[in-house]
């Protein structure tokens, strides 16, 4: 079992740009070693932001794609999102996820339902 802490939330205005950490803790097993973001815009679902690929270029929301860039250290455990040029449309809570290794392949959407860890969440607001 992991234990996910994400952190870097906060508000900006429209254009601003925030960086996510999510430091890991514990060990990942195959179940649980594929780190990912996901968010929750108010009123609406969650749904995958980014997530790492083994085999090629990371997989983004078309909404994100060009703004954001997932990244990871992995001697220091942590997953991270720069999200730049964001707009009131990114704002919501941003969750660090854990899903089954064969998850971060290139293209591969995980659904929240493939979702094994998740942290406890980073507000972001973003203001016009």
């Known amino acids: 079992q992991v234990q996910l802490a994400e952190s870097g939330g906060g508000s900006v205005q429209a254009g601003g740009s925030l960086r996510l950490s999510c430091l890991v803790s514990g060990t990942p097993t195959g179940s649980s070693s594929c780190f990912s973001w996901f968010r929750e815009p108010p009123g609406k679902e969650r749904e995958l932001v980014a997530a790492p690929a083994t085999d090629g270029d990371p997989t983004y929301a078309d909404s994100v794609k060009g703004r954001f860039t997932i990244s990871q250290d992995n001697a220091k455990k942590t997953l991270f999102l720069q999200m730049n040029d964001l707009t009131p449309d990114d704002s919501g809570v941003y969750y660090c996820?854990?899903?089954?290794?064969?998850?971060?392949?290139?293209?591969?959407?995980?659904?929240?339902?493939?979702?094994?860890?998740w942290g406890q969440g980073t507000q972001v607001s973003v203001s016009s």
């Open positions: 996820a854990a899903a089954a290794s064969w998850y971060c392949r290139s293209g591969r959407r995980i659904p929240a339902r493939g979702v094994s860890s």
